[in-house]
């Protein structure tokens, strides 16, 4: 397939100066917003998929008309000319070659403005045909309905965002028909014009108002679906923006946050939250802001980006949330974004899943500086409550609660008790409740932290 960089340069997603001209007439047809590269990449490569269903489109139309042609009675067999079959025969290889092209490296723009050209001449070959195959004048065939099939071809270029291959199908079109009238017009066979719509209708005498009419009539569905269509590119662009940027920013939040604020029928706005029984997850790497003082910002960075990969992946592993990064510190919640009835339970078994990972930190060159025991943790479950801070210009979600305050003492307590992981006595007992079984003995003891009776020291 081809490569965004590619697609960015054969696709020019900017529509021509002519089509600028028309936003005075019709306010907000064409998108003046500037777009990134990454847009015009991600716009580039729906637009080059589209020309594929284009291809895809053309052969089904071509095998139709070989189907038509094979089933209707002919009278030019034996003549010195008889272009249908080998008319169909080539238009059917330019399309499967066509295919293979657009799939592998993408159409470029001489490439579809050659396909428009090939997909007006063979409609109107096959059209010039009929006063041959039948035996006719050629005023025979300005009556063909196979004319109709130009709407088709107009319409398969909307499929791409670009209103330029429209309207160079309507005009190749109109071209096509008018010169296809003035071959009959003067033609040798003589064919007289009228202005008698009955004699018209009976009769071989061409009518030139009906065919100008349906010439007018190709220009202006052409014209209609292109100022439709540069309307419909601004609403793209934006759409692909905003959604490249929604992708970008749901990054920042957790993936379960990002979820319900995507599918949410309402605009997160502050203020609206929600009471729940949860459990608060912190984690903290000890003696990092002493190591980091030393060091330059890729080694600093470079440490915290393999920390957290290890640690958010247990934590998502056993359903938390991540609220927030702290510098080395990492804050998660189980039981608030989505509720559970495990939320205790489950933060247990990430604590014990984190001291398992931290074990292992010896053998890690990047890690092992804090392998050995560095990391703080503490868990903590209660009534908090979860919403949307801040204003309307910038939001966040948090939690508020004494769990949360709790599991912040406790994971700082950590220093005092030389332990790497807390909890206290109650949220324990709920976890236990819960369904957790701790996978090695724990320790319990007084506390020496203000308002808490009982300690339980994980690790």
């Known amino acids: 397939m081809s490569s965004p960089q590619h697609l960015a340069k054969t696709t020019e997603l900017e529509p021509p100066s002519f089509w600028r001209k028309v936003q005075s007439v019709v306010p907000g047809a064409i998108p003046a917003r500037p777009m990134s590269a990454r847009v015009v990449a991600a716009i580039s490569r729906h637009d080059q998929s589209s020309e594929v269903l284009i291809k895809i489109i053309q052969l089904v139309v071509v ?148 065919e100008f009419d349906k010439t007018i009539t190709i220009v202006m569905v052409a014209g209609i679906i292109a100022v439709a269509l540069t309307r419909a590119n601004d609403l793209l662009v934006k759409a692909t923006t905003d959604a490249q940027a929604a992708n970008e920013l749901s990054r920042y939040f957790d993936s379960a946050v990002a979820s319900d604020i995507r599918n949410s029928d309402e605009a997160a706005v502050p203020g609206k939250g929600k009471r729940v029984e949860a459990a608060i997850l912190n984690v903290d790497l000890r003696g990092f802001t002493a190591y980091a003082s030393g060091k330059d910002a890729e080694q600093v960075l470079g440490l915290l980006i393999a920390y957290q990969k290890r640690i958010v992946g247990i934590i998502q592993s056993h359903g938390g949330s991540i609220d927030k ?95 790497r992981a807390l909890t206290d006595a109650d949220t324990y007992a709920i976890a236990v409740q819960q369904g957790y079984q701790p996978t090695k003995a724990h320790r319990k003891r007084k506390s020496t932290l203000a308002g808490v009776d009982q300690l339980v020291v994980l690790g």
């Open 63 to 210: 095998l139709t008309w070989g189907i038509l042609y094979a089933l209707a009675p002919k009278t030019d067999f034996g003549t010195a000319f008889s272009p249908v079959s080998w008319a169909l025969a080539i238009y059917f290889a330019l399309n499967v070659v066509g295919l293979i092209w657009a799939r592998r490296t993408g159409l470029p723009n001489w490439a579809v403005y050659l396909s428009i050209i090939f997909d007006i001449a063979i409609l109107m070959v096959l059209i010039w045909s009929f006063h041959i195959q039948y035996d006719q004048p050629p005023s025979f065939y300005l009556k063909a309905p196979t004319l109709l099939y130009v709407f088709i071809f107009i319409a398969l270029r909307a499929l791409r965002f670009q209103a330029r291959f429209v309207v160079f199908s309507g005009l190749a079109a109109a071209i096509g028909w008018l010169t296809l009238v003035a071959y009959a017009v003067f033609s040798a066979h003589g064919m007289s014009t009228t202005r008698n719509y009955i004699e018209y209708l009976t009769g071989n005498e061409i009518l030139l108002g009906a």
């Open 325 to 419: 990064f702290m510098g080395d510190g990492i804050m998660a919640t189980f039981g608030a974004v989505r509720t559970n009835e495990t939320y205790a339970a489950d933060a247990m078994r990430a604590i014990d899943a984190i001291i398992a990972e931290t074990d292992t930190w010896d053998t890690d060159e990047t890690l092992k500086i804090f392998g050995g025991g560095k990391v703080n943790t503490a868990v903590a479950a209660g009534p908090i409550v979860f919403g949307t801070i801040g204003d309307d210009s910038r939001l966040e979600f948090t939690v508020i609660g004494s769990a949360a305050n709790l599991s912040a003492k406790l994971e700082k307590h950590n220093k005092a008790t030389r332990s």
